[in-house]
């Protein structure tokens, strides 16, 4: 980390210090939210959740080298200075805030209903061709991570691309103060989280929020292919960015050509550069993402040669978009999180696999008061494509069976006993669903047919 003390810290959450006054000006050399993982000088947030209390563990975590603690209660013998606040969660913020400002380098905050993490990821590998770059680490994207992401960057950081994941209206405010950034991508506005945003307009309005706290002459980078985005004709005096697939964009792509396990190529077209490119990933929809990262570290300076070889040493992370071949089946695990615009998306990429092509779908969760429309509409949109068998399971996923005019299971219990006489050898097997479904389950059965 740099140098960051904890007078600063104290001041930066307007916390109360209590211990040692020589101690304000000790440095910390991390900040941990879990006991497990502190070390020497670590900073401990004491934070309150559902089944476990963080200030329960203060004096363990002092114990294993933790310089001060950061809660709403004082620890009884505290032999360490700890800082008081009324919210835990509050002053991790300002701190993440603080943090942040002793950076003076490119961050490229990323958001979109669809797209923000293979998005991330593109754009780290772009830019890291250049930079040591910082980027979020697996779901830390919210108003608790996006503070611990901004506060884990080492000193030497010179470029970071910070993922926002939001719900609500406001959240991207709070977000986006802390992370101040200088470039904007979004990707797609789509149906998701309407519960709290209503429709895509408000999704467009949520987003957005992002760009009134960018840092004073931000880029902003917008996929011109959205019919939402690209109605943003200026941001703060700016004129935005475009990328797509189609023409009228500034940056957009020729020539595409999915080859299933092989990749997708295409040429990445801009201002008088053409760039043929592979794209080790399964999905079409990733050229876009290429071409966001491309604008990106084209503003950022980056050779042509660094362009191209920073889109082809992109990595899919963790469950999304992942194939996994048994030598009975081809799986795609894309069980990490679902909405229309996604679950399309991925229909598509599975509708350019050779052989029987079977989707495994459940709940998309959090699409209000449309939510039966939209899952039937899926459905329909898989029967329409050509996928050879829709396995529907959960209780929004009835609407999907009825639009795919397939079989729906109520569970995921249900399902897994009949997998063996719906699935054949050769299939390629897509499976997605709402995080909150525990499809992950279903993939781990897949793997022992």
């Not at 998701?192 to 429709?199: A, I, K, M, S, V």
């Not at 050229?287 to 990106?296: D, F, K, P, R, T």
Request: glycine share 8%.
């Amino acid at each position: 980390m740099k140098p960051f003390t904890l007078a600063e810290i104290a001041a930066a959450c307007g916390g109360t210090y209590v211990g040692n006054e020589d101690m304000k000006s000790a440095v910390i050399t991390s900040v941990e939210r879990d006991s497990r993982q502190v070390k020497e000088g670590s900073l401990f947030l004491a934070i309150k959740g559902e089944r476990v209390d963080g200030h329960d563990y203060i004096q363990k975590c002092y114990d294993n080298g933790a310089i001060c603690a950061i809660c709403e209660k004082a620890p009884e013998n505290a032999d360490k200075p700890y800082i008081l606040v009324p919210s835990t969660l509050q002053a991790v913020k300002e701190i993440g805030r603080a943090y942040r400002e002793k950076f003076d380098i490119p961050v490229v905050g990323v958001s979109g209903s669809v797209g923000k993490t293979s998005t991330k990821e593109m754009l780290y590998a772009v830019l890291s061709q250049k930079f040591k770059t910082h980027k979020t680490q697996g779901n830390l994207n919210n108003e608790l991570g996006v503070p611990l992401t901004l506060l884990s960057m080492p000193e030497d950081t010179e470029a970071a691309v910070i993922e926002m994941g939001i719900s609500g209206f406001g959240e991207m405010t709070r977000l986006a103060k802390m992370a101040q950034p200088t470039i904007c991508v979004l990707t797609i506005i789509g149906c998701c989280h309407l519960e709290n945003l209503g429709d895509r307009d408000g999704v467009l309005k949520a987003k957005t929020e992002m760009f009134d706290y960018a840092k004073d002459g931000a880029a902003f980078i917008l996929n011109g292919d959205d019919d939402k985005l690209s109605t943003v004709k200026d941001v703060r005096g700016t004129k935005p960015i475009f990328f797509g697939l189609d023409k009228s964009n500034r940056y957009y792509a020729e020539n595409i050509e999915n080859n299933g396990e092989g990749g997708v190529s295409c040429t990445l077209c801009f201002d008088d550069t053409r760039l043929d490119v592979t794209i080790p990933a399964i999905g079409s929809y990733m050229v876009s993402n290429a071409l966001a990262a491309v604008a990106a570290g084209k503003l950022l300076g980056l050779s042509d040669e660094q362009l191209k070889n920073g889109v082809e040493a992109y990595k899919t992370v963790g469950s999304r978009a992942n194939v996994i071949n048994t030598g009975k089946l081809r799986i795609i695990d894309d069980c990490y999180n679902a909405n229309p615009t996604s679950v399309k998306a991925s229909l598509d990429t599975l509708k350019n696999f050779e052989g029987r092509k079977v989707a495994i779908l459940g709940d998309m969760k959090e699409l209000g008061s449309n939510e039966l429309a939209l899952h039937y509409d899926t459905g329909a949109y898989a029967k329409e494509i050509g996928i050879d068998r829709v396995l529907s399971v959960g209780p929004l996923a009835k609407e999907l069976a009825r639009g795919a005019e397939d079989v729906w299971f109520e569970s995921i219990d249900a399902l897994l006993p009949e997998l063996p006489d719906l699935l054949k050898d050769g299939d390629t097997v897509l499976v997605k669903a709402s995080h909150s479904m525990h499809f992950e389950n279903i993939v781990e059965n897949l793997k022992t047919l």
